[in-house]
């Protein structure tokens, strides 16, 4: 099995700042692009930010400029930094990667993790 766990929300006051963090573990080959999506009450899940193996990525434009994605390639891990945080990010955080296992190739979602900003 693959299992991607979250870690580092919480609630913070509109301005401050929080750094997600992804791990991946299980039985790993590699892994392809990882990525945060968000779902906040009554939305549909939306895609935050993705990054390659190579280290591309590609942001939400409600984020361009306040949030960065990053990962380490030898720690399977991906993280978020979220800087000049809004109320209107608060939503729960999901982590996704597209992960060649023993399995094959899949996709798999973290369990999600609540990020609160208040005003």
């Known amino acids: 099995q693959v299992y991607l766990v979250e870690s580092g929300g919480g609630l913070v006051q509109a301005g401050g700042s929080l750094r997600l963090s992804c791990a991946a573990s299980?039985?790993?080959?590699?892994?392809?692009?990882m990525g945060w999506y968000r779902q906040a009450p009554e939305k549909q899940r939306e895609l935050v930010a993705v990054?390659?193996?190579?280290?591309?990525?590609n942001y939400t434009d409600s984020v361009k400029g306040r949030f960065t994605i990053s990962r380490d390639n030898a720690k399977n891990t991906v993280y978020l930094q979220m800087n000049s945080l809004k109320p209107e990010d608060t939503a729960v955080y999901f982590c996704?990667?597209?992960?060649?296992?023993?399995?094959?190739?899949?996709?798999?979602w973290g369990q999600g993790i609540q990020v609160t900003v208040s005003s």
């Open positions: 299980g039985s790993i080959f590699s892994i392809n692009d």
């Open positions: 996704n990667a597209g992960v060649v296992s023993v399995y094959g190739f899949g996709r798999y």
């Open positions: 990054i390659t193996t190579g280290g591309s990525t």
